[in-house]
């Protein structure tokens, strides 16, 4: 049942994305033309949606929507002020993996590379602390925190320093399943930039402390031009990465005003 529920979100997800908002309003605006060709409400929709995939594919917007994010955590962790707080687990969630006879890198989608690599950096600087990867994968057999590990090897973690979780479905199954380690104690959370707002929220909402350490910024080095207004498959890729995000934190605030998350562990 669990695992209906959660498709069911995921599919309902991609419906109200900006490329399944044109979709829709296109194909009622197909319809209606076809269903009545003399009234203009089916050839108005379609013009619509064109209209909106234009604006959606344009950087300003996507950078726009990205940054409003991103800004909430602008900065990235340093290993002094991570240390000075007494963090000693650095929890790295993965972003999406790929199957097939790949290297470790090349496994990993850039946004679960791009994270490790930040918390290697700040497991590099910190001593005696754990580098806890977090992810498992609903769609495939491979395993993200797996290929994370594999990857974490080849660049010199021992084994010993890594702690993973291989189990999770998506960011409120990596709270819920790091609650036990994490519990009562300041941690690094290690995720992009654009996901930190939701990835703070989930993991506060399981009563831990997390310390934002952001990484995989996309509107850092944007900078306004003509080039701004011309459309990309790059900038749709933002607005529907921030449009996820946004309906993943009205998600989250949905469940805690049903009841939240359980504070503490039962048994």
Same mark, same amino acid.
């Given at each position: ?5 959660? &498709? ?10 900006? %490329? ?24 108005? %929709? ?7 995939? @234009?604006? &959606? ?10 940054? $409003? ?44 590379? !791009? ?11 910190? +001593?005696? =602390? ?22 974490? %090897?080849?660049? #010199? ?6 702690? =993973? ?16 380690? @994490? ?5 690094? @959370? ?9 990835? &703070? ?5 399981? #009563? ?46 949905? !469940?805690?005003? @049903?009841?939240?998350? +359980?504070?503490?562990?039962? $048994?």
């Amino acid at each position: 049942m669990a695992f209906l529920g959660f &498709m069911v979100k995921k599919f309902i997800s991609r419906l109200v994305l900006p %490329l399944g908002q044109v979709l829709v309003l296109w194909l009622v605006g197909a319809l209606l033309w076809w269903r009545r060709p003399a009234k203009r409400t089916g050839p108005l %929709l379609m013009v619509i949606a064109g209209l909106w995939l @234009l604006v &959606m594919s344009m950087p300003i917007t996507g950078q726009g929507l990205v940054y $409003s994010l991103e800004a909430r955590n602008w900065n990235y962790a340093t290993p002094a002020a991570l240390s000075a707080k007494g963090v000693r687990d650095i929890v790295v969630l993965a972003g999406g993996v790929g199957q097939g006879n790949l290297t470790a890198a090349d496994r990993l989608d850039s946004s679960s590379l !791009k994270r490790l690599l930040e918390g290697v950096r700040l497991w590099q600087k910190i +001593p005696g =602390s754990k580098l806890v990867l977090s992810g498992g994968n609903i769609d495939t057999d491979a395993k993200q925190g797996q290929a994370m590990i594999a990857l974490a %090897l080849e660049l #010199g973690v021992p084994r010993e320093a890594i702690v =993973s979780e291989n189990a999770s479905w998506d960011t409120e199954d990596q709270a819920k399943l790091l609650k036990q380690r @994490l519990d009562g104690r300041p941690f690094a @959370l290690v995720t992009s930039a654009i996901h930190m707002p939701r990835s &703070m929220a989930w993991f506060q909402e399981y #009563g831990l402390a997390p310390v934002a350490a952001p990484c995989d910024f996309r509107s850092k080095d944007f900078r306004l031009g003509l080039f701004s207004f011309l459309p990309s498959a790059g900038a749709l890729q933002n607005c529907e990465h921030a449009v996820h995000e946004y309906l993943g934190l009205m998600w989250q605030r949905f !469940k805690q005003d @049903l009841g939240g998350a +359980p504070k503490e562990e039962t $048994s």
